[in-house]
């Protein structure tokens, strides 16, 4: 599936740190020459897997036998029978700009870094209305993307979602023993398919299963 | 008959899937399927022999991820299953008079810069594996699913370096024809060409309709015998079972295709079975064995992603170079090598297609550095590179480490350096420089300089090198000194591009040694040598008007058709006045965060101002009121940085004139060592620490990421470390961050510990015995100036 995606100089900004509206114009055009920037260096890739699930005592528990394990994943399936699995990346090419450009100074690696996370999140964004239009069309809906280290659900099965999902030769997508992937912009999602329209997703700081470690500007500590 | 012998008038068929067709025995792989060589010898056997009764001559034995880091845990070693891998294909092979490659895949752990492992620790490993192959028999080693070309590299001079069996590559391509590690199929033909592989292709990934394209790009670069080893389809994934959907029939005949383009080595890989082969292969062996060479004698080098072809003109960078430079020789004498990142980055924005290295400076390990510089600036470039020394190791040892097809720097027409250097560049797969003197020094006249270069090129085709691969410089001597020096070299180029047919280089800026308005002197020469037959100018790419001038020549030579290189180039170019004083102090100007012109101030100010004054009255001041507006929240991290940029560079001027005159430097403060902790690879935190540590004065040893406990503490007790700083972002790698603390304190030195990172927290950072805990780069001076003043 041909999925579009675009990286908003705004989203750059917030992943670089700035929390507020008001970066300098030299910040703001920086951001800007990123956001641009990171598109040439980038190959998105994604796979997205269907499984049937089934609700544990400690857990979600897939088709294939694999426990997502945590009341946080089974509080996001609780009305799901099906869930996608995904792993998107937008391949080590961006991570040799991030490089590349951190050599020519801090301010450029920052830049970089945060142009490629602005670049990972939103092709996941697409990728996700890509399968929840797809779904549509079974009269299914889509929860939203919930990935290992939300909340109680262990950061720790990274490794087996990316065996899972094969990866390692469908996206290039590996993770080292502390269950760091490369390429570093790369993310894994658990999302739960519905009979019934989810409740509308409550995205305020509080509720957010990353409040503890957030460093964005949507919660001024 | 030896497996190349076969080769030279068969077809050779090789065979299919090993793992699929275990899944489908009955019997489970599991996490080692390389295991059932010892746990089910049969069912291995099974396979061979279904495939050589399919009508395969050679099978891949069952070693696929017989490697230590795969192999971890296994209750088998790599070796054992290695041997008894060998040993059940040999004895299906006898029956059919096959023959047996020793499979080797990808060793499961990235290499450096992507990944933690050395190039040197990828040798080793792969060492291991042919060894045991060999001595278990094998016909040949057989590298394959590769991603990666520097991992590719390692196993060949593994294979090449320990045995005399031949070797046969393929690496895995995904449709935008690169594989997942960015390496192009260029890129892998002629560096794996050079490198003298016995076959190449590709397997994996794609199936053979996808691959039609890819043989054909391939047979442009090399006239190796290609080998080409498709899935059944492309993969597709339900639930969690990876599904192909090609039908005998459409593999059969995509591969026909194939094979029509010359490919005489196939066969079959994830998906495909005895049956899928056996119906190919009927196909296949009524057809004749074809000698289709597409390849034109092209002189090109590459990077693992990058190609350049030596066509038109092409720059190569000189910035990497210790002379003249002060700033740069203290970069080599402190081992700073983001200084010369920096270099490499520059030039390659000013649009530099080749860079050239050179390390040598007395009182430095030439050879250790050349190793160390070509790994940092291939982490942060993606160009082709030019060893340069005068040193037969340090060549070696440059070339061993680089990734892709690198150019000697140089040899030139003295029998003692041709023996020397010719049979590294041969080795190694590099083309090579050679320079028109010899042990009689430069000969004044051009005639003599062509016979020099053609006695280089003899001497290099004699070694096995090709002809496209001398590039010959005819040297460039002052005008001011040699007034008839000039117009003698510009002749000796156009012969040696005339009548001698070999590329060319000329360092340029030496024309103009000692004469004023160097620049025009400089730029009109290499126009004038290109003119010539000048292909590869050695400038700075960084000055504009040089390379301005390379893109009006290829403009004008009809190079660059239609100009478009040359519109884009100057389109919306604003000539801008030169820099001048902006009328601002340098308090505002780091406020600001305009770098160039922070820069320019503090040189103003050197002119009146002591060195020290500027940066004890100024710069400091500069950086604490920013520092101060960041932890009031008045501004935030993008402009804290912005203006640490700023300040750095005033303090590169200031460096540069202490440089310069021999004044005293001022005082660093420290050492302070930091590092990203074993398994955490987040590094971009960590260097914002160390750029505003140093705009402090703080002298900070950056050991970098996934660096081991033991690392951090022989560096904070060899250096006598004031403060160690440890960044973790995640809390799988707090854990490391935590046995780095303990290792420090049970080793003696009693150096506080300040730990920062995303996960951390003040009463987290107290919990794993941290001294103290440093929410940010500015915190992180606060620690520093009241643990080190």
Known sequence: ?221 | MKILDYIKDNLLFLDGAMGTVLQNSGVNPGKYPEAMNITHPDVVYGVHDAYFAAGSKLVLTNTFGASAHKMAGCEYTPRQVITAGVEIARKAAKKYDGYVALDIGPLGQLLEPMGSLTFEQAYEDFAMQVKAGVAAGADLVFIETMTDLYEVKAAVLAVKENCDLPVFTTMSFEQNMHTFAGTSLSSMAITLDSLGVDALGINCSLGPVEMLPMAKELKKWTDKPLIIKPNAGLPCLVNDKTVYNITNEEFTSAMGEIMALGVNIVGGCCGTNPDMLCHFFNVAKTKQKTDICARQPVSAVCSSGKTVVIDGVKVIGERINPTGKALFKKALETGDLDHIARQAVEQMNAGAHILDINVGHLGIDEKEMMVKVVKKVQSVCNLPLQIDSSNADVIRAGLRVCNGKAIVNSVNGEDEKLAAILPIVKKYGAAVLGLTLDENGIPEKAESRVKIAEKILSAAMAQGIRKEDVFIDCLTLASSAQPQGAMETLKAVKTVSNELGLKTTLGVSNISFGMPNRPLLNSAFMIMAMYNGLNMPIINPNDEMMMDAVFAYNQLSCEDAGGADYISRFAGRVQTAKQSDTGYTVEILIAMGLATETKQAVKKLLETVPALEIVQKHLIPALDAVGKDYEKGKIFLPQLMQSAEAAKMGFEAINRHIAATGNADYEKKGPVVIATVKGDVHDIGKNIVKTVMENYGYEVIDLGKDVPSQAIVDKAVATGAKLVGLSALMTTTVKAMEETIVLLKQSGCNVPVMVGGAVLTEEFSSRIGADFYAKDAQAAVEIARKVIG
């Not at chain 1, 041909?2 to 008001?22: C, T």
């Not at chain 1, 114009?25 to 994604?46: D, G």
């Not at chain 1, 080590?92 to 990972?120: C, E």
């Open chain 1, 1 to 221: 599936m041909k999925i579009n995606f675009d990286v908003d100089k705004n989203e750059v900004l917030r992943y670089s740190g700035q929390k507020d509206g008001k970066a300098t114009p030299q910040i703001e055009k920086l951001a800007e020459s990123y956001a641009e920037k990171i598109k040439e260096n980038i190959s998105p890739r994604h796979i997205a897997a269907r499984f049937n699930l089934s609700q544990m005592k400690d857990g979600v528990m897939l088709s294939n036998g694999i426990l997502l394990k945590g009341n946080d994943i089974k509080k996001h399936l609780s009305d799901c029978d099906e869930c996608y699995i995904i792993c998107a990346t937008v391949g080590i090419q961006a991570d040799s700009f991030i490089r590349s450009s951190l050599a020519m100074g801090s301010i450029y690696g920052l830049m970089a870094d945060a142009a490629a996370t602005a670049a990972v999140e939103s092709y996941c964004d697409s990728v996700e209305n890509e399968l929840r239009q797809q779904l549509k069309k079974e009269k299914l809906y889509l929860t939203w993307r919930y990935s290992p280290g939300y909340g109680d659900f262990p950061f720790t099965q990274q490794p087996e979602i990316l065996s899972m999902l094969k990866a390692d030769r469908l996206v290039g997508v590996t993770c080292n023993d502390s269950c760091i992937m490369t390429p570093s912009k790369s993310v894994t999602a658990v999302m739960g398919i519905a009979k019934n329209k989810p409740a509308a997703r409550d995205r305020t700081c509080d509720t957010c299963p990353n409040k503890d470690n957030c460093n964005f500007s949507c919660r001024q500590r």
